[in-house]
């Protein structure tokens, strides 16, 4: 695992990420499986042929993605997370599966260490977007390294969601952090991914989430 210094966003999600929040949803996850807007997006990935296919996920959290991912067929996975708490619940949980040798991790802001890693056949975000302030730039860097399929799952535009960002972000200036969470525009996501040569392949929604997954014709060589 290769271990950088994160920006002060990702510093503050290093302790609001805390190791008593991975060991709760590392407990549920094996108990209940992947949350409903993880398990949509999956499922739309799932349709698609990924027997043999490499992955990343970006902000991973305990590795539902991932683990999920190698045990439908695909290959191999790069892992990038900024809390350090999460990645050792995601490796303790693909050691308990025999993947460890499987899954490359990262710690560090994805964007930072983007140059150094690889296209991968699909890529993954799952409630990212929303953690981080710059979207063109994670996306932008996020879909580059796509040559087949794109997945997101970020908020939906909608006055509740707005509510609860808003009473989220004043919690967390309560508290003394840099951390904040973002409703980025739909459109700005949809044009920049759209831009790089893919296609919308499925749209599913929550009450608060939207979960989008993107294709190319022709996969990237």
């Not at 499986?33 to 999956?42: A, C, E, F, S, Y």
Request: net charge positive; aromatic share 10%; hydrophobic share 40%.
């Amino acid at each position: 695992m290769d271990s950088m210094t994160c920006c002060s966003h990702c510093i503050d999600a290093e302790s609001l990420f805390s190791r008593r929040i991975a060991r709760w949803e590392l407990r549920s996850y094996r108990k209940s499986g992947p949350r409903r807007t993880t398990q949509l997006l999956l499922t739309a990935i799932r349709s698609l042929e990924i027997e043999g296919k490499t992955f990343l996920d970006i902000g991973s959290g305990i590795g539902a993605i991932p683990h999920e991912l190698l045990a439908c067929g695909a290959s191999n996975g790069v892992v990038v997370e900024a809390s350090p708490a999460y990645l050792e619940a995601s490796q303790a949980e693909a050691g308990r599966r025999g993947d460890r040798d499987r899954l490359t991790y990262y710690h560090n802001d994805f964007v930072d260490l983007a140059g150094q890693i690889p296209l991968v056949d699909i890529v993954t975000l799952d409630r990212v977007i929303c953690c981080y302030p710059d979207v063109e730039r994670l996306v932008t860097s996020s879909v580059t390294k796509a040559k087949y399929v794109y997945g997101v799952v970020y908020p939906r535009e909608r006055w509740l969601t707005r509510v609860g960002i808003a009473l989220g972000n004043a919690f967390l200036r309560l508290r003394g952090g840099t951390f904040r969470t973002y409703l980025h525009p739909s459109s700005v996501v949809d044009a920049i991914v759209q831009g790089h040569g893919f296609r919308r392949y499925s749209y599913n929604r929550t009450l608060l989430w939207q979960v989008v997954t993107y294709v190319r014709e022709q996969p990237a060589v």
